[in-house]
C-alpha cells in the first residue's frame, strides 16, 4: 500500500472527524458579529505607571472601495491566497483536501487552504492559534459571511482590513508605506510592468509581513514577489512576459522619501520594535499583536525615553570631526527591577523594525555577531571575578608588564594603550587606566573558566571556544555583546549583585481580558554583597579620577567603564566606542560605531582623547543629565551594602599623617623624559600623576606605589607641570603634593651628566583628567572584530580570537 494511499485513508477519516467535531464546535464558537467586521480593536501598551503611552490603531487604515483597487493587485492576491475564490462558497474543499494531504505526508499540523473568506473571519473573529477546533470555528464563520455578504464586498473588506506589515493596515496604507503612492496609481497606466512588480510585492506580504518587509529583508521580499508573479502567470492573469519583465525589476530597500504620509503618531518607536521583538519571544507575534485587541504592559518610562531621544536628536553631540555622524544606541534600566525604562536603536529612526543596534536585532535570537565590548567587558571577565575570589582587593598588586602568554601560533602579547609598563600597579590604579597587561595578567591568574562562568551569570553569552584564550580578558568574546547585555550585566553590581534578565514585558492580556503572558523576572544572586560594593566603589573611581571623567555628573555619584575596539587595518582608528555606567538610579549603556559605509571612527592624530571612549562617556553625562533633571532625582550616594568594600581584611587606613611636599622633576639630559621623585608617606598609601602639558587640562598619567616616576612621553619644546596626590586605601586622595613645572629645550646643548630641575612651590589641579587615548602598540589583532574591520553590515561582524596585541580601553 503506497505512501499517498495511506494518506487519502487518513485523510477520509480525518475529515469523518472533522464533520464530528465541527458540530460539537457549533455550540462554542463566537456568534458571528457584523459589528466586528468594522475597524478592528486597538493594541495599547502601557508605561511603568499603568499610563497608555503607545497605541496601535488598525482603524486608521484608510479603506478604498474595490473598483479604485487596481486589478493586477486584486488578480495577485487571489493568485497566491485563494485562485478558486469567485468558484466555492468560501471553503474549498479541494483546497483543503490538497494542503491536509501536503501536511499529512511532511507531517506537519493543520495550517493550510484558509480560503480569503477564512482568513477573514480569523482576522476579524479568532487568533492566530493552530489548532483543530480554531480551524473548525474559521470555517463555520466563513460560511457566515458567504451567506452575509457578496464576494466582491468580501474581497474588498479583506483587502482594506488585512496586515502588510509596518504601520500598514489594508492596500491604501500598504502603498503609502512601501511606494509613497495611492494604491490607485499602480494602476499601470504610466509603468504597467512597474506597477504589476508593485502589486505582486503587496500581495505577497500578509503571509508574513515582518519576515516579507523589503526595507528589512528585500532578498525575502524579491524572492516572494517573484512567487507571486508566478502564480499570476500560471492562473492566466499575466503572460509570460510581463512575468519575466516583472522579476527584473528591483524591490524598495527603504521607505520613500516623499510621497504619501503614513500614520506616524507613535512617539516612541524603538520601544515599540523591542517590545514586538520580545513578545515574540514569549510566543505571541508581532503580527497578531498589531491586529489590535491586546493589552500589553511594560516598563517604559516615557519621561527616560523622552530624554534619550532628546540626546539623540543634539547631533552635535555625537558629530565627528569629518562632520559625519557615527552609528549609535542606547539602553537605560532600572536596576532594581532589570526593567528597560528607554532604549535608542540608531541614529535616527528609519523603518518599523528595522536593524536595532540596541539589541544588535536581539541577537540572541539570530545566533550572534554583537559588537566586540572592548574594555568594558574587564569588571564582567578580569576584576570582578577577581574580587569574587576574595583573593584580590582594590589594593592588590598586579604585575604590568610585556609578557607573552603561549608559544607559537597561539602566542599572544597584550599591549597596554599608553605603552607604558610600570613593572606592577594596583588593581585599582590598573582599572582606572584601563590598561591591558595587568587586566590579562589577573585573568590568567585566576582562570579563564572563573572569569567566563562569572561573566555568564551576568548574561554575557559565552560560547566553548571563549574558554580558549586570553584575549576575552580585553573584549574578544565570539558572540560579542549588545548594549542591552551590557546594561544588564552592569546592572548587578548596581544592584547589590542581584541579576535580573532586562525585559521589557510584564503583562499581555488579550481583549477578553485573559492574561496571555505574564514572565516572573526574580532575581538572582550572582555575587557576594562586597563584591558589588567593591566593583561599585572602584568602577566610580574610574570615573572621578579615570578615564571615565568625562561622565562625571557634578554632585551625583557615576560609576563606569570606557570602552574601545581598534580597527586593526589601521592604528589609532577604532570600530567602537562604549561607556557603560550607572547611577543609584539607573544604569545605561551607549555604543558608538563606524558612520555608514565605512569600517571604522575617522579620526585624525591628536583627537583620539576627545574622540575616543571619551565621546560615548560624554554622550552618557549628556543624557543621563537631562533624565535627572527631567525626573528631579536628588543627588545620593550609592547604599551601603553591609559587606566591606574591600574582599579582604584591609590593613590599617589611618589617614596619612604627613603630605607630600618635596616633589621634584628632573629632564634627562637628552631631553627625552623627566624624573619625578618624592619622599613616600606612611600608610597603606599608593599615588596618582598629573600632568599638565603647555597649559592645557590636567590629566592622570599613572598611579604608582612608590616615590618615584619617569615620564617618557615628552616633546622638544613642551612645557609640562606635574602634582602627585596620595590615595589612601579606599581609594579617596587624602592630599597633594606641591606642584612643580619643567620646560623641555627644543634642542639639547647640556653637557652630559646635566639636567633640569625644578621642586615647584605646590599647585592645584586646573580640570578633571581627560582621556589620553595614544594607541601604542601592536596591530596585529583587533580584539574580537573579524579580520579586516568590522563591516557595513554589522549582523557579518563576527568577533574571533586574535593571537596578537590588542589596544583596547
Excluded at 485563494?82 to 494531504?101: C, K, N, T, W
Excluded at 477564512?118 to 459571511?145: C, G, H, P, Y
Amino acid at each position: 500500500m503506497g505512501k499517498r494511499f495511506k494518506a487519502y485513508i487518513l485523510l477520509f477519516v480525518i475529515l469523518a472527524g472533522f464533520v464530528f467535531a465541527a458540530v460539537g464546535c457549533t455550540l462554542t464558537v463566537p456568534a458571528f458579529d457584523a459589528s466586528k467586521l468594522d475597524p478592528a480593536q486597538e493594541t495599547i501598551i502601557y508605561d511603568r505607571y499603568g499610563q497608555p503611552a503607545i497605541t496601535l490603531r488598525p482603524s486608521k487604515s484608510i479603506p478604498v472601495p474595490l473598483q479604485d483597487i487596481p486589478i493586477n493587485l486584486r488578480n495577485a492576491v487571489i493568485a497566491t491566497e485563494d485562485s478558486r475564490f469567485y468558484e466555492h462558497p468560501g471553503i474549498d474543499l479541494r483546497g483543503m483536501a490538497r494542503a491536509l494531504v501536503r501536511d499529512i505526508l511532511s507531517g506537519g499540523k493543520v495550517e493550510g487552504g484558509s480560503t480569503i473568506t477564512q482568513q477573514l473571519a480569523r482576522w476579524v473573529f479568532l487568533n492566530d492559534q493552530k489548532t483543530f477546533s480554531r480551524k473548525i470555528e474559521e470555517i463555520i464563520l466563513a460560511a457566515q459571511l458567504e451567506r452575509h455578504y457578496t464576494k466582491d464586498e468580501i474581497l474588498e473588506m479583506y483587502l482594506n482590513k488585512i496586515y502588510f506589515g509596518g504601520q500598514a493596515y489594508g492596500v491604501e496604507m500598504a502603498a503609502r508605506q512601501y511606494f509613497g503612492v495611492s494604491v490607485k496609481d499602480l494602476n499601470g497606466q504610466k509603468d504597467p510592468i512597474g506597477d504589476l512588480a508593485k502589486c505582486a510585492l503587496i500581495a505577497g506580504l500578509p503571509q508574513a509581513p515582518s519576515y516579507y518587509n523589503p526595507f528589512v529583508h528585500p532578498q525575502a521580499a524579491k524572492e516572494r514577489r517573484d512567487i507571486v508573479l508566478e502564480n499570476m502567470y500560471k492562473n492566466g492573469y499575466i503572460t509570460k512576459e510581463q512575468m519575466d519583465a516583472a522579476k527584473q525589476q528591483p524591490v524598495p530597500t527603504s521607505p520613500p522619501k516623499t510621497g504619501l504620509p503614513v500614520d506616524d503618531s507613535n512617539k516612541y518607536p524603538w520601544f515599540l520594535d523591542y517590545v514586538l521583538e520580545e513578545a515574540e519571544n514569549l510566543g505571541i507575534s508581532a503580527d497578531e499583536i498589531m491586529r489590535g485587541g491586546y493589552r500589553i504592559y511594560t516598563t517604559l518610562d516615557p519621561q527616560v525615553q523622552e530624554s534619550m531621544q532628546q540626546t539623540y536628536e543634539k547631533t552635535s553631540l555625537f558629530q565627528l570631526p569629518n562632520g559625519q555622524l557615527p552609528r549609535s544606541a542606547a539602553v537605560v534600566l532600572d536596576p532594581k527591577t532589570g526593567g528597560i525604562a528607554g532604549i535608542i536603536g540608531g541614529m535616527q529612526y528609519k523603518t518599523f523594525r528595522g536593524f536595532n543596534y540596541a539589541t544588535m536585532n536581539n541577537f540572541t535570537m539570530t545566533g550572534g555577531n554583537g559588537q566586540s565590548p572592548g574594555s568594558t567587558i574587564k569588571p564582567l571577565v578580569d576584576y570582578g571575578p577577581a574580587i569574587e575570589t576574595g583573593r584580590y582587593g582594590p589594593n592588590s598588586l598586579l604585575k604590568d608588564q610585556l609578557i607573552t602568554y603561549g608559544s607559537g601560533a597561539g602566542a599572544y602579547t597584550p599591549h597596554n594603550w599608553d605603552g607604558r609598563y610600570r613593572g606592577t600597579m594596583t588593581l585599582r590604579a590598573a582599572l582606572e587606566l584601563s590598561e591591558n597587561a595587568p587586566a590579562v595578567w589577573l585573568l590568567d591568574q585566576i582562570g579563564i573558566k572563573t572569569g567566563l562562568d562569572f561573566a555568564k551569570k551576568l548574561g554575557l553569552p559565552v560560547t566553548p571556544d571563549d574558554y580558549n584564550h586570553l584575549a576575552v580578558a580585553l573584549g574578544a568574546t565570539s558572540k560579542g555583546a549588545s548594549p542591552l547585555i551590557m546594561a544588564q550585566a552592569y546592572a548587578a553590581f548596581d544592584n547589590a549583585g542581584q541579576f535580573i534578565k532586562a525585559h521589557a514585558i510584564t503583562k499581555i492580556v488579550d481583549g477578553n481580558g485573559r492574561v496571555l503572558v505574564q514572565p516572573d523576572y526574580a532575581p538572582t544572586q550572582v555575587m557576594q554583597l562586597r563584591t558589588a560594593a567593591t566593583m561599585t566603589d572602584l568602577l566610580k573611581s574610574v570615573v572621578d579620577h579615570g578615564l571615565g571623567a568625562a561622565a562625571r555628573i557634578p554632585g551625583y555619584a557615576v560609576a563606569g567603564k570606557t570602552g574601545t575596539q581598534e580597527y586593526a587595518p589601521i592604528k589609532g582608528q577604532n570600530t567602537d566606542l562604549w561607556f557603560v555606567g550607572y547611577t543609584p538610579d539607573y544604569v545605561g549603556a551607549i555604543w558608538m560605531g563606524p558612520p555608514d559605509g565605512m569600517n571604522y571612527i575617522p579620526l585624525s592624530p591628536g583627537q583620539q582623547g576627545e574622540y575616543g571612549s571619551g565621546k560615548a562617556a560624554a554622550v552618557f553625562q549628556s543624557m543621563m543629565t537631562r533624565i535627572i533633571q527631567t525626573e528631579h532625582l536628588p543627588p545620593k550616594p550609592f547604599p551601603v551594602l553591609g559587606g566591606t568594600s574591600t574582599p579582604t581584611p584591609p590593613p590599617e587606613q589611618t589617614p596619612p599623617s604627613q603630605a607630600i611636599t618635596d616633589l621634584a622633576a628632573t629632564v634627562s639630559p637628552d631631553g627625552s623624559k623627566v624624573d619625578l621623585r618624592w619622599t613616600p608617606i606612611q600608610g597603606d598609601v599608593s599615588y596618582r600623576v598629573y600632568r599638565t602639558e603647555n597649559g592645557g587640562t590636567q590629566a592622570l598619567v599613572a598611579s604608582v606605589t612608590g616615590g618615584s616616576w619617569t615620564d617618557d612621553q615628552v616633546t622638544p619644546g613642551g612645557q609640562y607641570e606635574y602634582v602627585v596626590a596620595a590615595v589612601d586605601g579606599s581609594g579617596n586622595e587624602v592630599n597633594r603634593s606641591n606642584a612643580v613645572t619643567v620646560s623641555i629645550p627644543e634642542t639639547v646643548q647640556q653637557p652630559p651628566g646635566r639636567s633640569q630641575t625644578d621642586t615647584g612651590n605646590g599647585g592645584k589641579p586646573q580640570k578633571p583628567p581627560k582621556e589620553d587615548k595614544k594607541n601604542h602598540g601592536s596591530t596585529g589583532g583587533n580584539g574580537g572584530g573579524a579580520s579586516g574591520g568590522q563591516p557595513t553590515n554589522p549582523i557579518e561582524n563576527q568577533p574571533g580570537t586574535p593571537q596578537t596585541s590588542t589596544v583596547l580601553q
